[in-house]
């Protein structure tokens, strides 16, 4: 691109030296107070003239668009520079393991997979910033479920890959929610999906899903490098590539080039949001702290329960409402009875205003809307 903006300017110089002599030429040339030229003469000047200015302007923008050439020059090499100085800043360690599992970092094809995803989210800091904040929400409640099951905490970093840590994340295959279930694996590990519900898109139910996943799969493979493949491409893909291909060594296999990539993404992501402060990633402290909720079952009698109404009785916005029940599809509640998460706050209201309401679940942390703390300023 650099080549190509020299070869350019060196043919233009030219020219572009001629018009700003033509754009020196005095206005007036020709012209006399007494009218002495002829009136051929005198129009032949003012074309000539009209013509300068039209060159002079031509000019002008063959300028502009020269400097915004040599911008997108500069920005390209500093791009490749940056890349370049990332492995030089920050290398990646020598030694990398995810769920007791070590990478073979020694191995050159193993080291080049490892890099192209470390590079990558590198070059996207952005993108790591958002899920350390995001993170403070989630990881509490995904990490005492995965103690709870015994498995390995590392695992928690499937929910970034998966979803980047969004209750509302959904791909174009239909898998939906914080572990990205599609329908048919949901329903399988007991996550219900109608027309005005999706357990997908709660947290605590779709982590009791994965968990359940996850462990079915470790007690099939015994290696969290094909478990964490299954949970991408499907266990059945896995199992019948390892009948195929004669290996159950994860590094020697040929995988989907996405469900390849998944594995090392999660041991890189574990390395960079698990040492954050070590990368340069810091979020700073803005004085945001989580709300305090209480889980509370509610009997809808009628046909209906419009959320307005929720909101109306409590003070509680639409957007917190629904943030803290991604759960619920539509802008009501059907006959029944539902688990309703609010802040502990605005329970004693709730419950004056829908006596048969009870909790059933204090003071629980689940992710959300956050508000400001009261001795903090607002960010």
């Not at 129009?43 to 063959?62: H, I, T, Y």
């Not at 502009?64 to 990332?86: K, P, Q, W, Y």
Request: charged share 25%.
């Amino acid at each position: 691109m650099a080549s190509t903006a020299t070869s350019l300017a060196r043919h233009l110089l030219p020219w572009v030296l001629l018009l700003l002599v033509l754009a020196a030429i005095p206005t007036g040339i020709g012209r006399s107070s007494f009218s002495a030229v002829p009136a051929p003469t005198e129009s032949r000047v003012q074309q000539l003239e009209s013509e300068n200015a039209r060159l002079v302007e031509q000019v002008r923008s063959l300028a502009t668009s020269m400097d915004s050439l040599r911008r997108e020059i500069g920005e390209v090499r500093s791009v490749a520079t940056a890349h370049f100085d990332l492995l030089e800043r920050w290398p990646i360690p020598r030694r990398l393991e995810f769920a007791g599992e070590v990478v073979p970092l020694e191995d050159p094809q193993v080291h080049v997979r490892v890099e192209d995803e470390w590079t990558r989210y590198l070059v996207n800091r952005h993108w790591l910033i958002s899920w350390l904040r995001r993170s403070r929400e989630v990881f509490p409640v995904v990490e005492a479920k995965l103690a709870q099951a015994g498995l390995p905490d590392d695992l928690k970093y499937v929910v970034v890959v998966e979803s980047g840590l969004r209750s509302r994340a959904y791909s174009p295959a239909g898998a939906v929610g914080y572990w990205q279930f599609i329908r048919a694996t949901g329903e399988r590990y007991g996550l219900q999906r109608n027309s005005w519900l999706d357990d997908r898109r709660n947290l605590e139910s779709s982590t009791d899903a994965a968990i359940a996943y996850l462990s079915e799969m470790y007690a099939e493979f015994g290696s969290w490098p094909l478990v964490l493949s299954g949970f991408n491409a499907g266990e059945r893909r896995v199992r019948e590539s390892v009948e195929e291909q004669g290996t159950s060594n994860f590094y020697d296999m040929v995988l989907p080039s996405e469900t390849e990539a998944y594995w090392f993404r999660a041991v890189v992501l574990k390395e960079l949001l698990g040492h954050a402060d070590r990368y340069g990633l810091h979020v700073p402290e803005d004085g945001w702290a989580r709300v305090a909720t209480d889980t509370l079952s509610v009997r809808v009698k009628s046909a209906r329960l419009d959320l307005r109404e929720i909101c109306q009785s409590t003070g509680v916005a639409y957007r917190q409402l629904k943030e803290l029940n991604p759960q619920y599809r539509r802008s009501w509640l059907p006959r029944g009875e539902h688990a309703v998460v609010l802040p502990s706050q605005v329970v004693p209201q709730f419950v004056e205003s829908f006596p048969a309401a009870r909790v059933v679940a204090p003071s629980t942390p689940p992710p959300g809307a956050l508000r400001a703390s009261p001795t903090s300023p607002r960010p």
